[in-house]
């Protein structure tokens, strides 16, 4: 069986829809995960906010703006007047259910709840169009199976076990509907996987089901080579290994969840990325199939913090690295990228939720020197640490100030810590030599 994904913008139109079933509606037995509409989430993220901040009026007339774009959709899609009353009455529920959360008094629960209505809609309604269009679909209730653990991981063996029960509780069906993002928390409430974790969802569900293939369904032709919000020209790139795609994933490609690819790799189950709006280009695939040495994507990553800590401790001693690993542990902080001296060592993080708190143990037992409105920006390809002519990319950046280089952490991946304002210099420069070939 496939698992196929579909982002927002592909759910987000009539016309998209249209585009949809025609890719989904092949005879093949299918598991479809949607996302919301686009720019639902980032709309019921702006209503928790006003419930947050006590502004439940505020709140209401968003829900109602959001609601009348609703009834318009359903009026497009749904020209079967029982299926358009019966999305209406749906539909209906939802938002009288929102607009009873506005009352309320906000809590991350509440939030929660308000967030999976939007891939709860998508859905509930392209399953009905669907059924109109006289294909056989069924709909599997994420919460009845997608959950994580209380490290936020998925929890495999529930999901497992459930998902199957979910399958079979929905009797045959060419093509399963289910909700991307959304998922229990290991308390049992309703929680997700992050924004834009529809993805994550599609993988968790390939590794449950042992897919032959993920397809995450976008609106661009697959990963490219370079942001192209940033960058002119940049290209598709038609093949990627697990780690490729992770480390671009995390380090700014903004296309994949930074875990899409965790919960498939072991299995080697690959994961397509293929654009909605032009079926017929390759798009990206993603497998364990070796590919040719050399830098194959640049990402750049924002908003890092890098923090220098200096101290005579460090010299000749050991433990001291411990020390400052421990506090970045406490605090619950990821680290990106690191480099030592014999008497510094300098890291980023990305979450600045507890710097203050980080910042204040480290004085106890260093100097300290931040500097925000750095960007990382990565390197990605196939053993490039080993590739000769590696060199020449510190003569491409000549005039770029760098901060930080990391450079055989892993052999498929070098990067280099800069000032935010340098990013698109440096991100051209780079793509003018390796993708372009401009020589030096
Ligand atoms: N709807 C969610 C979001 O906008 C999840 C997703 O689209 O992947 O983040
Ligand atoms: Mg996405």
Redesign the pocket.
Known sequence: MKVL?F??TSVGSVENINNVKNIIHNGEKKIVVL??M?G???HLVAIANDIKDNKASEAVEKINVLQETYIAVVDQLLSDESINAQVKDYVSEVFQLLVASAKKTYSLQLENQI?AQ??LLSTYMVNCFLKQEGISSALLPALDFMKIDADKDPDMAHIKSHLKDSLDQAGDADIYITQ??ICLDDQGAIS??????????ATIIGAAVLAEEVQIWTDIDGMHNNDPRYVENTKPISNLSFEEAAELAYFGAKIL?PQTVTPVRADNIPVRLKNTMNPLAFGTLINNDHSEIGVKAIAAKDNIIAIKIKSARMLQAYGFLKKVFEIFEVYQTPIDMITTSEVAVSLTIDDDKNLDKILNELEKIATIEVDRDQSIVCLVGHSIVNNQETYKLFQVLQDVKIRMISYGGSSNNISLLINSKDKIKTLSKLNDYLFELVTL
Do not use: I, V
């Not at 997700?192 to 969802?201: A, V």
């Open positions: 994904k982002g927002g996302s919301a686009s639902t989430t980032n967030l939007g891939e991307g993002f997700n996987l992050q924004r834009g974790g529809s993805d994550y969802t969840h």
